[in-house]
């Protein structure tokens, strides 16, 4: 079997688990909703994060610009991988 081949069974075996996992949990569940909730909380912070970004002001409005820049990103990035 080639690693080509060997990555593709790999897939399908996740998406089968997924797709299991997924069976299992409906809308209604409490791990659904507990996972909206904190998805939610996220999002929350990534937005608070960017008006913080925008609305600094002072002798430290560089390196709070930044880092409000930084952390926005981040969070963003672990929203993008939810």
């Known amino acids: 079997m080639t690693a080509a081949r060997k990555k593709f069974?790999?897939?399908a075996d996740a998406t089968t688990i997924v797709r299991e996992l997924w069976?299992?949990?409906t809308a209604e569940s409490p791990i659904v909703q507990n996972l909206r909730h904190q998805m939610a909380?996220?999002?929350?912070?990534?937005?608070?994060y960017q008006h913080y970004h925008w609305q600094t002001y002072g002798p430290l409005f560089r390196d709070l610009h930044r880092l409000?820049?930084?952390?926005a990103k981040e969070v963003l990035a672990d929203l993008r991988e939810a």
């Open 41 to 48: 909380n996220t999002f929350v912070l990534y937005t608070n």
């Open 9 to 11: 069974v790999g897939a």
């Open 23 to 25: 069976s299992e949990h």
């Open 68 to 71: 409000f820049d930084e952390l």
